[in-house]
């Protein structure tokens, strides 16, 4: 039975199955030491299929690099609402961000651990998920520094800096709030926007940025 369940099942779906192996796999165990075998058998497929499919290791790992950085980038995206407050926008792409990598531990090591240790071309996979997240960030700080300097035309190069320190710590930020325990989302990210948006002065002043309340759960 279990094996005509498999014959039949659409490709695309079986290739989840795999990348979902393959994540668990590579996130828990690294790069080098995971094996095609131990990934076709959590998956519940030949090692044979698993070639067939992906072609090799290195391929299968960068399938992964792309899934899981398409899936981060598009769940910050999505939880930043346009029109809000620039704080407001920022902390919810925060929230977002450390909701994602807190459900997600196994892909986000995957993406900033694995990824990043083994050269090219996984280096170059993450570096373009990079630059399109510090681009992200960098709109959003432009936004509050020309209103706050009451510039319009405050060049973009003014802020740059900011966005990459602040996707700096999110990432580092991430991985210890992971491998901490009672660590949540909201408390990762109210932790950066305090240390990032009220600024170091302010919080040690007792002036800290504090979290909108949470929406009450609708009837």
């Known amino acids: 039975m279990v094996a005509v369940r498999t014959r039949r099942m659409p490709r695309a779906v079986r290739e989840q199955q795999m990348l979902d192996a393959a994540v668990q796999t590579f996130g ?12 076709a058998e959590l998956a519940g497929v030949s090692k044979p299929l698993v070639y067939l499919y992906l072609n090799s290791k290195e ?13 981060l980038t598009e769940a910050v995206r999505a939880g930043v609402r346009p029109g809000l407050p620039a704080d407001r926008q920022l902390w919810e792409g925060l929230r977002a961000f ?15 651990l694995q990824a990043r240790t083994h050269g090219e071309p996984f280096a170059a996979e993450i570096a373009a998920m990079r630059a399109e997240t510090v681009a992200f960030v960098t709109r959003l700080i432009l936004i509050a520094a020309r209103e ?3 510039d319009p035309a405050l060049p973009e190069r003014e802020v740059a800096g900011l966005a990459e320190a602040l996707v700096g710590a999110a990432e580092s930020l991430a991985t210890w709030a992971n491998a901490t325990s009672g660590v949540t989302a909201r408390q990762a990210a109210a932790t ?3 240390f990032a948006w009220a600024g170091l002065g302010d919080l ?3 002036r800290p940025w504090t979290p909108p ?7």
């Open 192 to 194: 950066l926007m305090n």
């Open 148 to 150: 706050a300097h009451h």
């Open 59 to 71: 391929d299968l790992f960068t399938a992964c690099i792309r899934r899981e950085a398409t899936a």
């Open 204 to 206: 040690m002043a007792g």
């Open 98 to 112: 450390f909701t994602h990598t807190a459900r997600h531990p196994e892909g986000w090591a995957v993406l900033h």
């Open 213 to 219: 309340a949470d929406p009450a759960p609708e009837a």
């Open 28 to 39: 828990r165990r690294g790069y080098t030491a995971a094996s095609m075998d131990e990934i």
